[in-house]
């Protein structure tokens, strides 16, 4: 029986999320970034988060071997950062209005909240790799507005009640 792999793809769109985009150091660039669905939280005690990295991705192996990462949520206003870091060979943040952390990796400006983690652990898991990531700051900016949304392909903002 073969497996349909783009109606799994679109099957896992009806899924709502969030977007965030990651921040590492890497040696190509003074740091780079990736936009992802994939981020959840694991823990809060300890504080852990995970997101998930396509092992084909350019951008593996800096967030791989990076001792942490910064994890930007974003507002419906970042769509345009996003559509960048999600481009294919898209990797460096110039240009990009950024926020610094203590930990290093830069979080993008006016973020609704980042939590800046060291690497707790890389695990392989098929065609992709689930970063666990230990929280050591965030903040949450109140103010910074709705979320960007990403629903059946497409960007969406949240319809409140
Ligand atoms: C909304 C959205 C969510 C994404 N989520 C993930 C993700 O969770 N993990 C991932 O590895 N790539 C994700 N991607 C793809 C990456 O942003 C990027 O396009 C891909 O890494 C490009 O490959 P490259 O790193 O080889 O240039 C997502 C792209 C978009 C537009």
Redesign the pocket.
């Known amino acids: 029986m073969t497996f349909d792999i783009r109606g799994f793809r679109n099957a896992l769109g009806c899924f709502p999320t969030g ?1 965030a985009v990651m921040t590492a150091s890497s040696d190509e660039a003074s740091h780079i970034g ?6 959840t939280s694991v823990s809060l005690a300890p504080p852990l988060v995970l ?4 092992r ?5 192996p800096a967030f791989a071997n990076a001792t942490g990462f910064t994890v930007s949520i974003l507002a419906s206003n970042h769509q345009a950062v ?2 960048r ?7 460096n943040l110039d240009g990009i209005a950024l926020f610094p952390t203590e930990l290093g990796p830069p979080a993008l400006a006016d973020a609704l909240a980042i939590f800046e983690c060291t690497r707790e652990s890389v695990q392989d898991a098929g065609d ?1 790799a689930i970063l666990i990531g230990r929280v050591l700051r965030f903040a949450q900016h109140d103010g910074a507005g709705a979320p960007l949304v ?1 629903f059946q392909g497409k960007y969406g903002a949240l319809a409140r009640s």
């Open positions: 977007i990736i936009t992802v669905n994939s981020f997101w998930c990295i396509d084909r991705s350019r951008r593996y996003s559509s870091l999600a481009g294919a060979g898209e990797h992709h990403y």
